[in-house]
Nanobody
Framework: QLQLVESGGGLVQPGGSLRLSCAASGSTLNYYAVGWFRQAPGKQREGVSCIMMSDGRTYYADSVKGRFAISRDNAENTVYLQMNSLKPEDTAVYYC???????????????????WGQGTQVTVSS
């Protein structure tokens, strides 16, 4: 059974940076789409960025394009989300997710995923 564990969240000032990590165990991610979703209080869950582990194709939500970068380390079975130029509206719980049946675009845009991590809080505030 695939398990996902996020780390790297925290409190950061506007304009700052954070890097989130998603480490997987129980199965190799090589044939999965893996991504990051976020949910702020009172808002719907949003697909932020997703990546195909096999070939590195990526998807980004319009709200984070140019500021966030997703990357993968297949040898370490880990996916990262580098978040730069953070804004207060980026504040949310960020969840790692993985799915073996869908593309990175379908996963992020449609929320199609089988496996979820426990989430990590990101707070952007001065």
């Amino acid at each position: 059974q695939l398990q996902l564990v996020e780390s790297g969240g925290g409190l950061v000032q506007p304009g700052g940076s954070l890097r989130l990590s998603c480490a997987a165990s129980g199965s190799t991610l090589n044939y999965y789409a893996v991504g990051w979703f976020r949910q702020a209080p009172g808002k719907q869950r949003e697909g932020v960025s997703c990546i195909m582990m096999s070939d590195g194709r990526t998807y980004y939500a319009d709200s984070v394009k140019g500021r966030f970068a997703i990357s993968r380390d297949n040898a370490e079975n880990t996916v990262y989300l580098q978040m730069n130029s953070l804004k207060p509206e980026d504040t949310a719980v960020y969840y790692c997710a993985a799915d073996p049946r869908h593309t990175e675009q379908d996963m992020c845009a449609l929320g199609l995923t089988d496996y979820w991590g426990q989430g990590t809080q990101v707070t952007v505030s001065s």
